[in-house]
């Protein structure tokens, strides 16, 4: 078969960056890659799939589930999640939705803290997960056009949830993937950012991922969360996933604002770790980064992914003609 150039070569950078691995020697290496390939098969950049199916619902409710704690490990929460879900709220709120963020309790300070920084908190809802049951759950997600789980542990085949590990949670929110459940009832879009595998949306590929599994783990019910969705995405590090997929949004609305520039990713990283969110990745509760990145290297990841919108709107007609504007 002869080569020949990609289609969608913007979008194709931004699949790759979400895929690059810098993960320290505590965590699984070598697995992004394959889980990627398992999930795209043929068709499009992922990315690209996304924000088209996002932008197709523009200014319609959207709801983003994030925030992974645990009684040792994070006790308010983990940095890797709540910072790419405001990036991803914002950037959908700019685009005209009503965006509200579901988090655990026990991160409500932190995030909270963030929006304040951000000055985000009066375009975006935070809404703390205290509900009764899964019913209660299922109801307020059929409220939104589009369910984004972003960096959330999901339920395996018998309603177990892990860490990468395999070390059992119980704290948290037990009814995220009933979100995706009523969003699904509904017929929203829904979407999941993961990278690990533990995350809800693995389900799209559980079975054909298990070689996949960490080794030495073994999870009953499985290692793989359970729960499906419309599109998933897995990343490197699932903030990094959610940069990518707001890039994507910025080239197809040809709106570069609608990225952080990788200065304020680090500034809010930096604000959640301060404020009480941690690392996860590594052991060192004092760590200065994303799952065990440090943060030069996380602002940098954000500097490439907006150097490729940059370029990418310097061609608007190849932009226009993937959305059918006029140039």
Not at 165 to 183: C, E, K, N, S
Not at 197 to 207: A, D, L, M, R, S
Not at 281 to 288: A, I, N, Y
Not at 296 to 320: F, K, N, S, T
Request: glycine share 12%; charged share 20%.
């Amino acid at each position: 078969m002869s080569a020949r150039p990609e289609p969608l070569p913007a979008f194709e950078s931004l699949d790759r960056l979400a895929q690059i691995e810098m993960r320290p020697p505590t965590s699984p290496a070598g697995i992004v890659g394959p889980f990627y390939e398992l999930v795209r098969r043929d068709g499009p950049p992922l990315t690209y799939r996304i924000a088209q199916d996002l932008l197709n619902r523009r200014g319609g409710p959207a709801l983003i589930v994030t925030g992974l704690v645990d009684t040792v490990r994070f006790p308010h929460g983990e940095i890797d999640g709540p910072i790419g879900s405001l990036a991803l709220a914002r950037c959908l709120s700019l685009l005209g939705a009503d965006v509200t963020i579901a988090i655990d309790p026990e991160a409500r300070g932190p995030v909270t803290a963030i929006l304040e920084q951000a000055g985000l908190t009066s375009s975006i809802t935070l809404h703390v997960a205290q509900f009764p049951d899964a019913e209660s759950a299922r109801t307020f997600a059929q409220g939104f056009d589009a369910v984004i789980a972003v960096e959330k542990l999901g339920r395996n085949a018998i309603g177990g949830r892990h860490l990468i590990w395999g070390t059992p949670v119980d704290v948290g929110d037990p009814f995220a993937d009933d979100y995706i459940q009523g969003a699904k009832e509904r017929g929203a879009l829904t979407v999941g950012v993961g990278d690990n595998g533990n995350e809800i949306g693995f389900g799209n590929i559980g079975e054909a991922a298990e070689p996949l599994t960490p080794p030495g783990v073994t999870v009953d019910g499985g290692f793989f969360a359970a729960t499906a969705v419309d599109h998933l995405l897995p990343a490197s590090i699932s903030n990094l996933g959610c940069y990518a997929i707001v890039a994507a949004l910025a080239i197809l609305a040809d709106n570069a604002d609608l990225v952080l520039p990788g200065g304020v990713v680090r500034g809010w990283t930096e604000l959640g770790l301060a404020a009480g969110l941690r690392s996860g990745g590594v052991d060192d509760p004092d760590f200065q980064g994303d799952d065990g990145v440090p943060l030069r290297y996380v602002e940098a990841h954000a500097e490439l992914l907006a150097g490729v919108v940059h370029q990418a709107l310097l061609d608007r007609p190849r932009i226009a003609a993937l959305t059918g504007a006029p140039v």
